[in-house]
């Protein structure tokens, strides 16, 4: 089956999901991670994605396709559990794919290679539906837990569950580096990575957001 068939028919069963995760997740922390104090800011991941100006440009490395699929979802669902990131005062850890993450996930739906920002979220809207748009963004929101870096380097093997239902896999490969892959619930493609020059986004605020080179599959296709 296609991946966008796949994802298509797939969003019945996990839509009801929602934020049913609230406090679970960190499924399985690693015994080493050390306990923080509760970050007290409330400026919300939704104000650090629209800061820079709120809209498409040719940076394909920060995060302009992941904002504006968000007010895509919030445009057609205006109830979606997605507005949770507009909510500063409720604790989250996000995980965002960068443009050219979403340009590649476009090009694996499709077979076509679009050239800018806004073609790809019309390319991948187009071809897997808002339903499934949203889905895909809930499963890279952990909620309940602000997860700095530190943490996550110290988790290795953590099973996080997601917003959307299904969890990902913290994968430490080095502390030092450092090197952290996350390990989704397609077992035949490649994993994202966090990017070092993207980690701890909104630090200080119970939301708080990691760059990743990939965009997370909540299925294994």
Known sequence: MKLRQFLR?????TSAVGLAAVGMAL???????????????????????????????????????????VAAVLAAKPDSPVAVLADGSVPLTAFLPNDR????????????WERTERGVLNRIAGA???????????????????????QALRSDDA?????????????????????VRLVDQDRDDFNPFLVASKLDLNKGNAQIAHGITAVLRPLDL
Do not use: C, K, N
């Open 9 to 13: 028919t797939s969003v019945a069963a």
């Open 27 to 69: 499924a399985a922390p690693a015994a080493s991670a050390a306990p923080a104090a509760p970050p007290s800011g409330t400026t919300s991941l939704a104000e650090v994605l629209a800061a820079d100006g709120d809209t498409f440009d040719r940076h394909w490395y920060d995060f302009d396709v992941a904002d504006q699929a």
């Open 101 to 112: 993450a979403f340009q590649l996930l476009a090009f694996d739906l499709t077979h076509r």
């Open 128 to 150: 897997v539906g808002i339903d499934a748009v949203e889905q895909v963004l809930l499963y890279h929101v952990v909620p309940g837990a602000t997860i700095t870096a530190r």
């Open 159 to 179: 099973e996080l569950t997601t917003a959307q239902g299904a969890t990902f896999r913290v994968d430490v490969l080095s502390r030092w580096f450092p090197l």
